[in-house]
């Protein structure tokens, strides 16, 4: 039985590359006769999106190689838990403040070294109420912070971070659940090793009542737990999530104000809190590491418009951090594994020169037959296919397909909000309200 999962388990790990090859293939052999493999392959390899789509392919070789020498962290035999402090900011949460609360009372981590530091940050609904109502059934855990108005999330961190009273403090966003060995799971890591800055948690979704969310569900799966585990062998996850991560309090004490009045071409940052973090903690030189057994389930959107922001505000943070890991990627500022994260930033920016290209390439569009458009959508669904079958990896069920669905959803439907964020990076709202 212990065989059989460990091939499973390999098998997993190897779909997303089995579906950029097989999608490659299916390119090349529709396009031509195999007895012009060499020039189908030249021809491939000197256009920009067959370049980029080879370059993709190798580099999802290479996750899936690190995919599988992945371990979740273990905790030394015998250790002594530490204390913890668990911060959850709030902003018009409502009712579901008080599901994340009492997720986190009900773990199984030591309650005499467990606290709960719950921020409202200027919520003009009942959220604060749901607040108090936790604070007096669990008056020796939970302690509650309040602003007169909203001021965003960054600075409600920094008020939590600072009244922490734990060794390491765990991040949790409000309309989350954690799962109850999360906190044992999220300290774990820094108890086997040392130079373990942050940690980042495995996203799952919590609602999936529609088919937006049931796709981003097994996206999640794909993007967080492959992408990050793959990372993690590296010991850099380059964002460690706001809906569940963990830190070492000495190492990010002396930078909170730094981090809470960054700036961006001379106007604040109030999105991207947690990549901003995260490159605080490398640039120092500490790891940031990856902890699938650490599990929280969030809610995600439900419609369009709530998915729309939500990427709008991903990948303005990811424009903004970007800049600022590129200030010091080349330098010495870790001891060793420093060229995987340049070729995973290299790879990841890959996606403005595909917009570009895409961009030049639309007048020619309608120029291009119903044969080639086809071909491209087969290749497509022949990719997706593969990709989402990792998801059976964690959950036996149909809802897989999904991932299908949403590598066509998001091809017809989300290709802007990368040029738009470019265009709006200075744009400092937050956008979740």
């Not at 273990?74 to 959850?88: C, F």
């Not at 458009?373 to 990792?390: C, K, M, N, P, Q």
Request: charged share 20%.
């Amino acid at each position: 039985m212990t065989r059989i999962k460990h091939l499973r388990s390999r098998v997993a790990g190897a779909a997303p590359l089995f579906g950029a090859v097989i999608s490659l293939v299916w390119l090349a052999w529709s396009n031509e006769s195999m007895e012009n493999a060499s020039s189908v392959a030249l021809s491939m390899a000197t256009h920009p999106f067959g370049a980029i789509a080879i370059i993709q392919a190798v580099y999802t070789g290479l996750l899936s190689l690190l995919w599988m020498r992945y371990r979740p962290f273990a905790a030394p035999n015998g250790v002594a838990w530490p204390r913890v402090t668990v911060v959850i900011p709030a902003f018009n949460e409502g009712p579901m403040v008080g599901r994340s609360i009492r997720s986190v009372a009900a773990c199984s981590y030591p309650k005499d070294l467990l606290e709960v530091i719950v921020v409202d940050d200027g919520s003009r609904d009942d959220t604060f109420f749901h607040m108090q109502h936790l604070r007096r059934e669990f008056p020796g855990l939970v302690k509650l912070v309040r602003f007169a108005g909203n001021r965003g999330k960054r600075s409600a961190l920094v008020a939590g971070f600072r009244a922490a009273t734990g060794d390491f403090i765990i991040t949790i966003d409000s309309d989350s659940e954690i799962a109850p060995q999360t906190v044992h799971e999220m300290v774990a890591p820094f108890l086997a090793d040392a130079r373990v800055g942050a940690v980042a948690g495995r996203v799952a979704v919590l609602n999936r009542d529609t088919a937006i969310s049931r796709m981003l569900d097994v996206q999640f799966a794909l993007a967080f737990d492959f992408g990050r585990a793959a990372q993690s062998v590296y010991r850099a996850v380059a964002c460690c999530p706001g809906a569940l991560s963990s830190f070492r309090k000495e190492i990010i004490l002396p930078w909170l104000d730094e981090w809470e009045n960054q700036r961006f071409l001379g106007r604040p940052v109030n999105h991207g809190e947690d990549q901003a973090l995260t490159n605080i903690v490398l640039r120092q030189g500490y790891d940031t590491v990856y902890q699938r057994t650490a599990v929280v389930h969030t809610l995600v959107p439900t419609n369009y418009s709530q998915l729309s922001r939500m990427f709008l505000r991903w990948d303005r943070s990811y424009i903004v951090e970007g800049f600022s890991f590129a200030r010091f990627m080349f330098t010495r500022y870790r001891e060793k594994n420093r060229l995987l994260p340049v070729v995973t930033f290299f790879v990841a920016n890959l996606r403005f020169v595909l917009v570009a290209v895409a961009l030049m390439e639309l007048p020619r569009l309608f120029d291009t037959g119903l044969t080639t458009v086809g071909r491209s959508l087969v290749a497509l669904a022949l990719g997706s296919i593969f990709t989402a079958a990792y998801y059976l990896h964690f959950e036996r069920s149909f809802r897989w397909l999904y991932g299908v669905l949403y590598a066509a959803f998001s091809l017809v439907a989300l290709q802007w909000v990368l040029p738009w964020a470019l265009v709006t990076v200075r744009d400092e709202r937050w956008g979740t309200r």
